[in-house]
């Protein structure tokens, strides 16, 4: 009855976030840090979406990706960077049980769904250059919503199926996660029974969701780079490389960290290795995603400034049209006066009957 009542302890009070917490000077350092970055991320992700809807010259599947990716990485950072920054913030250190499932499934899902994406965004670029003549063809909208729905749909099957494996594992009253995010290796290391099983069935998710597009990725990429030297012009070379530029760069951070992280020993050194490197691909990776999209693509940056320059002209229009209601009202004001019979002139003070057009208003009329 006592081992139910501990193994129960973790839904009961939840878990305590250990993160920095030896640290307590890192601890403000993060904070500020993390704050920081994670309102450029989500000004930035959030700009990419909008400029993608509202520009009509991004409605291409290279945007329609961009822009799932940038909604994707909003998710990724909002799942777990808020709750650090409160724990970094206070000595609380604690989350509910259903804040964890919840930050578990979101982590889970999202991951799963970036990597495929990205390969995707591979496939995209592989038809830009190896077939551009048809690549309208190829990359037509339905085939664009389906390999997004694919991702979709494989990313919350793997949360689907994992988090609730995870979440359920005995841990005999344990509840110190020696992370700052409910991270599934961490979750499985507080366990107290035998877990192959549930890191056997993860490893086998990892294939299609992890490996399988990395390899997919390489081969377009090896494609692209075979098809880029046939290319005899150095204009046309250096167009391509711009094309997929951005893209790989994105891929090489996010699968970098992921691969880096994961391949570490379990020393202690190690392990704080690796609560960087969750912290980088969490916020680093979503914060850097549209700042390379924008500063290496003219047509983003275009679009940025088309958005922009609209809403400027707006302003000074609206402002222009107040101005000229303003000199319209005095016009027909003074207009009146002059037109009236002296009789039915009211007495005014001197100043009303002095009262002239002013010449600048006039001169904004004409």
Not at 318 to 342: A, D, G, M, V
Request: net charge positive; glycine share 4%; charged share 15%.
């Amino acid at each position: 009855m006592r081992a139910m009542e501990k193994a129960n302890d973790s839904s009961e009070y939840g878990f305590i976030l250990v993160g920095f917490s030896d640290r307590p000077k890192l601890e403000l350092i993060l904070f500020i840090i993390n704050l920081s970055l994670y309102s450029v991320a989500v000004l930035g992700n959030t700009t990419i979406i909008l400029v993608s809807i509202l520009d009509p010259r991004l409605h291409t599947p290279m945007y329609f990706f961009l822009a799932n990716l940038s909604f994707l990485d909003l998710c990724f950072s909002t799942s777990c960077i808020p709750q650090m920054l409160v724990n970094l913030w206070g000595p609380d250190k604690t989350i509910s049980y259903a804040g964890c499932a919840v930050q578990l499934f979101s982590f889970l899902s999202v991951g799963g769904i970036e990597c495929i994406l990205l390969a995707v965004m591979a496939y995209d670029r592989y038809a830009a250059v190896c077939k551009p003549l048809h690549y309208m063809v190829i990359m037509h909208p339905r085939l664009c919503l389906q390999l997004v729905a694919v991702a979709w749909g494989s990313g919350l099957v793997n949360a689907i199926v994992m988090s609730p494996l995870t979440m359920t594992l005995s841990r005999c009253g344990r509840r110190h996660v020696n992370h700052f995010l409910c991270e599934m290796p961490a979750l499985i290391k507080m366990a107290c029974v035998d877990a192959r099983a549930v890191e056997m069935l993860a490893f086998t998710f990892a294939i299609p969701i992890v490996l399988m597009p990395l390899f997919f990725i390489l081969l377009s990429y090896g494609y692209i780079a075979a098809a880029v030297i046939r290319i005899k012009s150095a204009a046309g070379r250096k167009k391509a490389f711009n094309t997929c530029s951005s893209h790989l760069t994105v891929v090489s951070l996010f699968y970098g960290s992921i691969i880096y992280m994961y391949m570490q020993p379990g020393n202690s050194s190690s392990q704080d290795k690796g609560k960087f490197l969750t912290l980088f691909y969490n916020l680093v990776t979503p914060m850097l995603n549209p700042l390379i999209y924008t500063l290496r693509n003219k047509e983003v940056k275009g679009a940025l400034k088309k958005v922009f320059g609209r809403q400027q002209e707006a302003r000074e229009r609206c402002c222009s049209e107040k101005k000229l209601q303003k000199i319209r009202k005095e016009t027909n004001l003074i207009f009146n006066y002059k037109t009236q019979p002296p009789c039915c002139i009211p007495n005014q003070p001197t100043s009303a009957k002095k009262r002239t057009l002013n010449t600048e208003n006039l001169n904004y009329l004409i």
